[in-house]
């Protein structure tokens, strides 16, 4: 039988090691064909009494966190937990990929060291968000590169297609890219240029400029934007859900409408952000998770779902 690896980084986590580690037991649990590899304080994770045989350790005690500079944390000595995990990832075969809920420039500056696929260009975070048409939408980037020029654009957009090709199965991907007009005139400077070349690319289906609002409005499959707009984007969606979703309970309950209960579910189940995992890393030789800061254990377990299910080649919400 294949032996599969997921390494787990402990630290970084808003949340503490100790909830990592409470995912990792999730994922134990609810994976029987999976081992786990924990990166963190050896101590920790021998007291957390996991299932014997199932896990093994990479000692690191060190974290990087917001305040520090990730390209200083990379070269120091110190034994920093996210950097082991991607070095292990990078020579041992049974690992099928990495999750952590640290740092992001530290994940990003790790996964170019050790598990950079191609060498000319730089990986990117996507999200796969569940849109209005009952189809998935992928945004790239995610907050992995703020500062993008039209070039690095243009190559989230092959990225983020061939993901999708490859996941979904689909023959062209439809890629939109990011704009506060759908006209080809609006943007600014980035997006016009970007969107000139995304005109004339070839391998790319490109649709135009969507707009903020139509983001999950499934007239895209692949959504382009540079990582401060996409993470805003990512985060306002999953703020807009929770408002409503609590606003139609509350109105339900106040005004005992019952249908409002089972329209509450529904709605929890399509965009429960929570279960959607993590971001992937499109571009590194190993598949590499980034989850929420804030992320609780189910996010982990669910970010070891998506890892399971994307080296069996399945569509990844199964």
């Known amino acids: 039988m294949e032996k599969r690896e997921i390494i787990i980084d402990l630290l970084g986590s808003d949340r503490g090691a100790e909830e990592m580690l409470e995912g ?7 994976f029987p064909g999976v081992s786990v590899v924990l990166s ?18 990479l000692e690191a005690d060190k974290t990087v966190t917001n305040l520090d500079n990730p390209i200083e944390a990379f070269y120091s000595k110190e034994p920093v937990s996210v950097f082991k995990a991607l070095e292990e990832a990078s020579r041992c075969d049974d690992v099928i990929g990495v999750i952590s809920a640290g740092n992001t420039g530290a994940l990003f500056a790790g996964a170019i060291r050790y598990l950079l696929a191609d060498k000319t260009v ?15 939408t992928c945004l790239v980037d995610t907050g992995a590169s703020i500062d993008c020029g039209p070039a690095q654009l243009v190559d989230f957009a092959h990225r983020g297609s061939d993901f999708m090709r490859q996941l979904y199965k689909l023959d062209a991907p439809r890629v939109g890219l990011l704009s506060n007009g759908a006209e080809p005139t609006k943007g600014n400077k980035l997006v016009k240029e970007t969107h000139a070349l995304l005109s004339k690319e070839e391998g790319i289906h490109f649709v135009g400029n969507i707009e903020g609002n139509k983001t999950l409005s499934g007239l895209c499959d692949v959504l382009v ?11 306002n969606s999953e703020g807009m859900a929770v408002n409503l979703i609590t606003e ?5 309950k106040t005004h005992q409408v019952p249908a409002a209960q089972e329209i509450a579910g ?27 800061g804030s992320s609780q254990r189910t996010a982990i377990k669910n970010a070891a779902r998506m890892l399971i299910n994307l080296n069996e080649n399945k569509t990844i919400y199964v």
């Open 225 to 235: 934007c540079e990582g401060f707009a996409g993470n805003q984007v990512l985060k």
């Open 266 to 292: 529904y709605l929890m189940s399509r965009f429960d952000f929570a279960s959607l995992g993590a971001g992937i890393m499109l571009g590194t030789s190993k598949v590499v998770m980034k989850c929420r």
């Open 24 to 30: 990792a037991r999730m994922a134990l649990e609810a």
């Open 40 to 57: 963190g304080p050896r101590a920790l994770i021998e007291a957390a009494a996991l299932p014997e045989g199932r896990y093994r350790i």
């Open 122 to 136: 730089r990986p990117c975070i996507a999200a796969i968000l569940p849109n209005t048409q009952g189809g998935f």
């Open 248 to 252: 139609i309970i509350k109105y339900g």
